[in-house]
């Protein structure tokens, strides 16, 4: 990884809004592990109901972001675009993933897995409380498609049981 990318990268981690308490030690941490991903147009990057226990950060393209409700209904959610995220549920929780992300054009994505995610959280877990407010909200909007809603109070517990953190 060149200096531009790593500038690049460590801007994009920044602005993602659960992450912003984290050190510069830190987040050059999680740079070093995260991988860089390449996708052709109609890429599926994730499938909803699937496993997941990974996270990732859009450098470059337009996603889109697909599910399908109780009733079978394919509903389009939302267009992704450089600086979001997606997969932070699996990635904080373990949980199934919520939706299907399909690359609408070609794009370049970066991924963090849940071990390389744990390395900075047994060395700050106070960041989950923070994490597992952002998340909330997250799964609030995607709840009103899906029909089914984590609570904020109940997300940092299984965060800390999904990492092993619980003491």
Known sequence: MD????RRIYKLLKDVDFLYKLSVEEVNIIMKRFKRIALKKGAVII???????????????KLAVWMKRLD????FI???FEGDYFGEMSLLTGEKRNATVIAEE???IYKLSKNDFKRILVKNPAIIDG??????????????????AV????LGKRMLVFFNLNG
Do not use: C, P, W, Y
């Open 78 to 80: 939302e267009h992704l």
């Open 131 to 148: 994490m597992s407010q952002v998340v909330s909200i997250r799964n609030v909007r995607l709840a009103r498609e899906s029909d089914k």
């Open 72 to 75: 079978r209904k394919k509903v």
């Open 106 to 108: 070609e794009s370049v």
């Open 47 to 61: 499938k909803q109901a699937s496993a997941g226990d990974s996270f990732f950060v859009i450098a470059e393209g």
């Open 3 to 6: 200096e531009q990318e790593s």
């Open 151 to 154: 609570k904020k109070e109940t």
